[in-house]
């Protein structure tokens, strides 16, 4: 195997995301005791559990916008804090994101908006913006027209699709969603998943998703991390963890709505087959 090949498998193998032995502290609160976890090259890596366990509060220290008290974060191998730095640009067009409930500035238009990335990170030039954007909001499968309205005037699905698009207009290696479907009926998170798992393959992105959306979990997730109590209490795909023992981990996937996922998608699971 020649050098170059080496390295691409090396590169292949290589986490994308290291968490090791992360605290985290606000003041005398202990968010994350101890944490550490890892994200394989082209999966979706699902980060779950209660309200207030930290799962958002984790995506932020991984893409840099909050530093943990001890412990380390590295981000395709490099040291995440170093987001904070002037030679932090680089690493941070390898990423996007998709904030909770979409994030969108009232004030721009679904185009202009997309558009954010684009005007702050490069020097492209407004015709190349404009067929860009373009392309990224057919992508996320919104009519064209809709690209001239303002955040008040769409949907709760348009909108979500509108920051999907946002997050990967500078072509990502990494796609960060926090609660992607939040807030959303069930039909239109269904078809938001597997928007999110068409663009994946398509794309070749490794997707983290921060969720307490057990359905979607079950949809499109190889493997989940379950916090609680300041802890990891479990890592793996979602059958291997509806079998854990931990009295945490069993209480959030074999409840009442837990169960429910888990039926649906076995249910889903003997359709596809069919």
């Known amino acids: 195997m020649v050098d170059s090949e080496l390295q691409a498998a090396t590169r292949a193998a290589s986490p994308v995301i290291e968490v090791t032995h992360v605290t985290t502290r606000f003041g005398s609160a202990v968010v994350h005791d101890d944490v550490s976890l890892s994200v394989r090259r082209g999966e979706v890596f699902g980060i779950a559990g209660g309200n207030g366990c930290g799962k958002s509060t984790l995506l932020r220290e991984i893409v840099g916008l909050l530093a943990p008290s001890a412990g380390t974060i590295r981000l395709f191998g490099v040291d995440s804090r170093r987001l904070e730095e002037s030679d932090g640009t680089p690493l941070h067009r390898r ?48 009519p064209p027209e809709s690209a001239v309205k303002y955040p008040g005037e769409l949907s709760g699905g348009m909108r979500r699709r509108a920051a999907l698009a946002r997050a990967i207009v500078m072509d990502p290696e990494l796609l960060f969603l926090d609660e992607p479907t939040a807030g959303l009926d069930p039909v239109v998170a269904a078809t938001f998943d597997e928007l999110v798992l068409h663009l994946k393959n398509v794309l070749g992105l490794t997707v983290v998703m921060v969720t307490h959306d057990l359905d979607s ?58």
Do not use: C
């Not at 009232?106 to 392309?135: F, K, Q, W, Y």
């Open 95 to 142: 990423f996007g994101v998709m904030f909770q409930h979409g994030a969108l500035f009232s004030s721009l238009t679904l185009a202009e908006n997309v558009a954010v990335p684009l005007r702050e990170h490069t020097a492209v030039g407004p015709g190349l913006i404009r067929d860009l954007v373009a392309v990224k909001i057919a992508m996320v499968g919104l």
């Open 217 to 274: 979990l079950w949809r499109v997730a190889d493997r989940v991390a379950v916090l609680g109590n300041g802890k990891v209490l479990g890592v793996g795909t979602m059958p291997e963890l509806s079998r854990s023992e931990d009295p945490v981990v069993r209480a959030y996937f074999l409840g009442p709505r837990g169960r429910a996922a888990k039926e649906q998608a076995a249910w889903n699971a003997r359709e596809r087959g069919a």
